[in-house]
């Protein structure tokens, strides 16, 4: 059987078509594969799902090719990504969760973990289990001579219960919030952690659900909360209820968008900011001396001021989440957060954990008296202009003349793709104070792992100047 695994083995995980791309015969080679590159044999391999109509088929056919290569496998069924991070670093198993996070229904995928959820890239082995699974395809899978088992176990309240130990919520004052789970997987997650449908004790959080049904075909909108219009029915619950805030999970629920009481989106960044304080807080207060926040470099400059005004280490990374997971484990950083809401915890084994996020969130804002939109504008000092794609015929002609338009007008670096800073940025500096204005600007450019995009974020120290900085920058970019 001949399969081209190239088109959907993606830089940090499986992505594919559902049939067109992923079979059966496709799953059961790369949990062949991924047995083998893991040294798994004899050893637990984790494997969950989402809540795609694919998924528990596609499960099963995982099931059969990592037991024949030896594995044993507890099967943890329904669950969301970070859930199957908990089961992975709380065993130090491998795991392999079905998903295709935001995609659409046509979609599915995997993401892998090596034994205590540390992440998996083309670069560290991903390739490699892509490359094994293409000569199963061809040959068939062997089964060794001592097959393994398959037993099933529910993690979820286990998951629940762990959370409630990283955040306490039961002092907070009482809160009214909207959660729309998109029909993912928050749906089962969030009346476990922030309910008592796992057993917990109640909350003073009085949860709207939205859309909590689980449903892959995502029936009433994408479960993407990065795009705009997947926020409006999050955004007109929240002033119909008169809610005190907001809460969208993506399919897979590993990443958390907040909105506040008026249904103005909090950026992914403030909420990185105000969880990177109240980790440093924690951790200090446990005896803590030395402390690194990780941030991406397309995150506010605003995150970093805050983690050196808190009297820590801020380290600036790549984009992209396997990447940050090994930085995390490497760097013994406490917390990292990204752009894209994806926000990683040193006590989560360095993974990425949307609800812990959320959790942390609810905890600075209920132990405070005013709105949350007044929380979020600290940390919002700066004008953004979001991710700008842009299709080029010549990816490298156009970084090439960005680079030459803007010679001599900033800094410089290449780490992920092309930074320039201008203006009176000053590395060193302490957060803004109230009415402060700061002259500067940055943008990056990255360019996309698999299509021939290239991806703009700009920032300035006023919306002039970044309207002016983004204008520029796009036009020099989609010159023909």
């Known amino acids: 059987m001949t399969v081209d695994l190239t088109r959907f083995v993606k830089t940090y995980d499986v992505r594919g078509l559902v049939g067109a791309e992923l079979t059966d015969d496709v799953v059961e080679a790369l949990a062949a594969g991924f047995v083998d590159e893991v040294g798994a044999a004899g050893a637990t391999v984790v494997v969950g799902h989402d809540m ?51 995609n659409p229904a046509a979609y599915n995928g995997i993401k892998f973990s090596r034994a205590g959820a540390q992440g998996i890239s083309l670069d560290t082995g991903l390739a490699a289990i892509r490359d094994r699974a293409a000569a199963y395809l061809e040959s068939g899978i062997t089964a060794v001579a001592k097959p393994g088992e398959s037993t ?25 919030v909207v959660v729309d789970a998109g029909n993912g997987m928050g749906g089962l997650t969030v009346p476990a952690v922030l309910g008592t449908a796992a057993g917990l004790p109640e909350l003073p959080i009085e949860i709207i659900p939205l859309y909590f049904e689980l449903d892959g075909t995502f029936p009433n909108h994408e479960a ?97 989440h396997s990447l940050i997971k090994d930085i995390m484990r490497e760097s013994g950083a406490v917390f990292g957060g990204e752009h894209s809401a994806h926000y990683y915890f040193r006590d989560f084994w360095g993974a990425d954990n949307g609800m812990l996020a959320a959790m942390h969130v609810l905890a600075e804002f209920g132990s405070q008296a005013g709105p949350l939109s007044d929380i979020s504008a600290g940390y919002s000092p700066y004008a953004q202009s979001g991710e700008i794609n842009s299709t080029v015929t010549d990816v490298p002609a156009a970084l090439d003349r960005i680079r030459d338009a803007f010679d001599g007008r900033g800094t410089v670096d290449t780490l992920d793709g092309l930074t320039v800073s201008g203006g009176s940025i000053d590395d060193t500096a302490l957060p803004p104070v109230t009415g402060e204005v700061r002259k500067f600007w940055w943008f990056n450019v ?30 020099i970019i989609r010159q023909n």
Request: with cysteine; glycine share 6%; charged share 20%.
């Open 52 to 102: 795609r109509d694919s998924s528990p088929g596609f499960a099963a056919a995982f099931i059969r090719g990592a037991t024949a290569r030896g594995a044993n496998v507890t099967n943890i069924g329904l669950c969301s990504t970070d859930e199957s991070y908990f089961a992975s670093g709380s065993w130090n198993a491998p795991a392999a969760m079905f998903t295709a996070s935001h």
């Open 152 to 176: 099933t176990r529910d993690v979820l309240a286990e998951y629940a219960t762990y959370l409630r130990t990283l955040v306490d919520l039961s002092s907070i004052r009482p809160l009214k």
């Open 224 to 320: 993407n909360p990065l795009e705009p219009e997947n926020l409006v029915d999050l955004q007109k619950a929240v002033l119909a209820h008169k809610a005190d805030i907001g809460l969208a999970f993506d399919g897979d629920a590993d990443r958390c968008f907040v909105v506040d009481e008026n249904g103005d989106p909090v950026s992914p960044s403030a909420v990185a900011a105000i969880v990177a304080l109240r980790e440093i807080e924690r951790v200090r207060a446990l005896g803590d001396s030395s402390i690194t926040v990780l941030h991406n470099l397309i995150t506010s400059l605003i995150v970093p001021e805050v983690i050196r005004g808190a009297g820590a280490k801020p380290m600036r990374t790549n984009v992209g």
């Open 446 to 475: 990255r360019p996309s792992n698999t299509e021939p995009l290239l991806r703009l974020n700009v920032e300035g120290g006023t919306p002039e100047l970044m309207t002016s900085v983004r204008d520029e920058a796009l036009a």
